[in-house]
């Protein structure tokens, strides 16, 4: 076999096995989404699930709380730092409470939350899924005419719409504060000067963004990691590999549509 | 009465069930066993909806299950119980509130009337007094009886038992037999149970129907069962080794595998 045929066949594979993963993944948000939405047009349907959803509610957003407090303040913090030594080569140390604010508000917070949300709760999402399926648990509410789309998927995806907005509200007042602590107390920042521009170059278009991205982001873990599970193989390997699966797709998700977000509000 | 009509079901190529006719009995227990993989649980399956058929259908009365609306599914289901192989008791809740589970999503009843229905289900199960403990915390046998009493929770008309004395000792699988029997015939329910138990199957089915490779072999009351003389009934009956039903189901010939595969011995004629 001569160079260029060796080349030509090596080209052909690999961009056939791209191919095939591309399509792969085109047909898993497909029907994540496809399964996502046939969970949600049963939010309006007897009978509710409120009690459920409340449950879900507490289980992800306060069981998620300590993780996010201490990498929102841990995030900050650095943040800090960082700009501060960045800043002062310009003699700009007092940009430094609009630069904290602004790359917390407007990117770290709902990236970083996301990642940590997916970390604590999605994971669990698709384990505990998978675990029914592979116990039979769904195809048991199944027969006693409940259905496990309503009872199990829309309570979680709710949830996660939900509890994802809240969660990255946390981590941005916690990392504000913390840079705060950082910038003024630790590195003599002017307090006056550090708020001033702090307030100054926020606006309500960068706080409304950083919700939009994180309720985007909610609904594309809810429905990923609650997907992945029901969806899951119904052996042990099976639930780990979905989990896995779940945690990958949902981060790489994440920075996709953080990118496609941003370039809307730029 | 309950009809399928020319079931099948595929799994990849992989035949489970072959355009099978099968009449369930209303109120009769009917028993469907068969060696492992002889696609009784798939068959269960269809006829409880959890599966669709690759082809064929799969009747209530008049009414085609596999053409059914989710909600008339639901609606039907209400009448009916499942006891899994593995319990598939949730996990996440207690003896009493996994009894309890199907009358609080179904009916309006007092807490105290569900109370006293569940303590007359574990009673009758023997585990009354045993309502806090979760489901990890039970032995097989417990979970299966536990299963067994939320199945029969709302009175169901048409109970499915898959295994039900599968992985349980001689007197926890004849508890379990037992209760079968003396449920469907008080209550007068449908029951169709799957099983490769022999002894218990013939002991408390009014009908019994045995399936080997997806293909129904054999089928009739436990007397005619018993006195078939199909060679394959009666070496799954005695559970003989020998017999029209192969112990291997490799697809390839063993000697051709040992001897034509390059990087494998050789054999010498």
């Given at each position: 076999?001569?160079?260029?045929?060796?080349?030509?066949?090596?080209?052909?594979?690999?961009?056939?096995?791209?191919?095939?993963?591309?399509?792969?993944?085109?047909?898993?948000?497909?029907?994540?989404?496809?399964?996502?939405?046939?969970?949600?047009?049963?939010?309006?349907?007897?009978?509710?699930?409120?009690?459920?959803?409340?449950?879900?509610?507490?289980?992800?957003?306060?069981?998620?709380?300590?993780?996010?407090?201490?990498?929102?303040?841990?995030?900050?913090?650095?943040?800090?730092?960082?700009?501060?030594?960045?800043?002062?080569?310009?003699?700009?140390?007092?940009?430094?409470?609009?630069?904290?604010?602004?790359?917390?508000?407007?990117?770290?917070?709902?990236?970083?939350?996301?990642?940590?949300?997916?970390?604590?709760?999605?994971?669990?999402?698709?384990?505990?899924?998978g675990i029914m399926r592979v116990t039979e648990q769904t195809d048991a509410l199944e027969m006693?005419?409940?259905?496990?789309?309503?009872?199990?998927?829309?309570?979680?995806?709710?949830?996660?719409?939900?509890?994802?907005?809240?969660?990255?509200?946390?981590?941005?007042?916690?990392?504000?504060?913390?840079?705060?602590?950082?910038?003024?107390?630790?590195?003599?920042?002017?307090?006056?000067?550090?708020?001033?521009?702090?307030?100054?170059?926020?606006?309500?278009?960068?706080?409304?963004?950083?919700?939009?991205?994180?309720?985007?982001?909610?609904?594309?873990?809810?429905?990923?990691?609650?997907?992945?599970?029901?969806?899951?193989?119904p052996t042990t390997?099976?639930v780990?590999?979905?989990?896995?699966?779940?945690?990958?797709?949902?981060?790489?998700?994440?920075?996709?549509?953080?990118?496609?977000?941003?370039?809307?509000?730029? | 009465?309950?009809?399928?009509?020319?079931?099948?079901?595929?799994?990849?190529?992989?035949?489970?069930?072959?355009?099978?006719?099968?009449?369930?009995?209303?109120?009769?227990?009917?028993?469907?066993?068969?060696?492992s993989?002889?696609?009784k649980t798939?068959?269960l399956r269809?006829?409880a909806?959890l599966?669709?058929?690759?082809?064929?259908?799969?009747?209530?009365?008049?009414?085609?299950?596999?053409?059914?609306?989710?909600?008339?599914?639901?609606?039907?289901?209400?009448?009916?119980?499942m006891l899994f192989q593995y319990s598939a008791l949730l996990n996440?809740?207690?003896?009493?509130?996994n009894?309890?589970?199907?009358?609080?999503?179904?009916?309006?009843?007092?807490?105290?009337?569900?109370?006293?229905?569940?303590?007359?289900?574990?009673?009758?199960?023997?585990?009354?007094?045993?309502?806090?403990?979760m489901p990890s915390?039970l032995s097989g046998g417990m979970a299966k009886r536990v299963a067994f009493?939320r199945a029969?929770?709302?009175?169901?008309?048409?109970?499915f038992f898959d295994e039900p004395t599968s992985g349980l000792?001689?007197?926890s699988a004849?508890?379990i037999?037992?209760?079968?029997?003396?449920?469907?015939?008080?209550?007068?329910?449908?029951?169709?149970?799957v099983t490769h138990d022999?002894?218990?199957?013939?002991?408390?089915?009014?009908?019994?129907?045995?399936?080997?490779?997806?293909?129904?072999?054999?089928?009739?009351?436990?007397?005619?069962?018993?006195?078939?003389?199909?060679?394959?009934?009666?070496?799954?009956?005695?559970?003989?080794?020998?017999?029209?039903?192969?112990?291997?189901?490799?697809?390839?010939?063993?000697?051709?595998?040992?001897?034509?595969?390059?990087?494998?011995?050789?054999?010498?004629?």
């Open positions: 076999m001569n160079h260029s045929s060796v080349k030509q066949s090596f080209l052909a594979l690999f961009f056939g096995r791209l191919g095939r993963y591309a399509l792969h993944g085109v047909e898993q948000v497909g029907d994540a989404s496809m399964l996502g939405l046939r969970a949600l047009s049963l939010l309006f349907v007897r009978p509710w699930q409120g009690k459920h959803f409340i449950l879900q509610l507490y289980a992800l957003g306060v069981g998620s709380m300590v993780i996010i407090i201490i990498t929102g303040a841990f995030t900050g913090m650095v943040l800090a730092l960082q700009g501060y030594y960045t800043l002062a080569k310009f003699g700009s140390e007092s940009l430094l409470g609009a630069g904290v604010g602004l790359s917390i508000i407007r990117e770290l917070g709902p990236v970083l939350g996301a990642f940590m949300i997916i970390g604590r709760a999605g994971s669990s999402i698709t384990a505990e899924i006693m005419a409940i259905n496990p789309m309503q009872r199990i998927l829309l309570p979680r995806i709710v949830a996660t719409v939900i509890a994802v907005p809240l969660l990255v509200s946390i981590f941005d007042i916690v990392g504000i504060a913390s840079g705060y602590v950082v910038g003024v107390e630790l590195l003599g920042v002017n307090q006056g000067a550090y708020m001033a521009e702090l307030i100054a170059k926020i606006t309500m278009v960068d706080i409304y963004g950083g919700w939009i991205k994180a309720i985007v982001f909610g609904f594309m873990i809810g429905m990923i990691c609650t997907f992945m599970g029901y969806r899951s193989e390997e099976g780990a590999k979905s989990t896995t699966e779940a945690v990958v797709v949902s981060s790489v998700g994440v920075l996709i549509i953080d990118y496609i977000i941003t370039s809307f509000f730029l | 009465m309950i009809r399928g009509e020319q079931l099948s079901k595929y799994f990849g190529d992989v035949a489970a069930l072959n355009a099978t006719d099968i009449h369930i009995r209303s109120g009769k227990i009917t028993a469907i066993m068969g060696g993989g002889s696609g798939t068959l269809l006829l909806g599966e669709q058929p690759t082809g064929g259908h799969v009747w209530y009365g008049d009414e085609d299950l596999c053409a059914m609306s989710v909600r008339r599914l639901y609606e039907l289901r209400e009448s009916m119980g996440s809740m207690n003896v009493y509130d009894v309890a589970f199907p009358l609080h999503e179904h009916t309006q009843l007092d807490e105290s009337v569900i109370r006293t229905m569940v303590a007359m289900k574990l009673e009758q199960v023997g585990l009354r007094g045993f309502e806090h403990l915390e009493a029969m929770a709302m009175d169901p008309r048409i109970v000792d001689p007197i004849g508890v037999a037992t209760l079968i029997q003396d449920t469907s015939r008080k209550n007068r329910m449908t029951s169709i149970v022999v002894h218990a199957g013939l002991a408390i089915a009014d009908h019994v129907i045995l399936l080997w490779q997806g293909d129904i072999i054999a089928e009739g009351p436990p007397d005619a069962i018993r006195q078939s003389d199909d060679a394959r009934v009666q070496q799954f009956l005695h559970g003989r080794p020998d017999g029209p039903i192969p112990f291997s189901r490799s697809t390839t010939s063993y000697i051709d595998d040992l001897t034509h595969k390059p990087g494998t011995i050789r054999l010498q004629s």
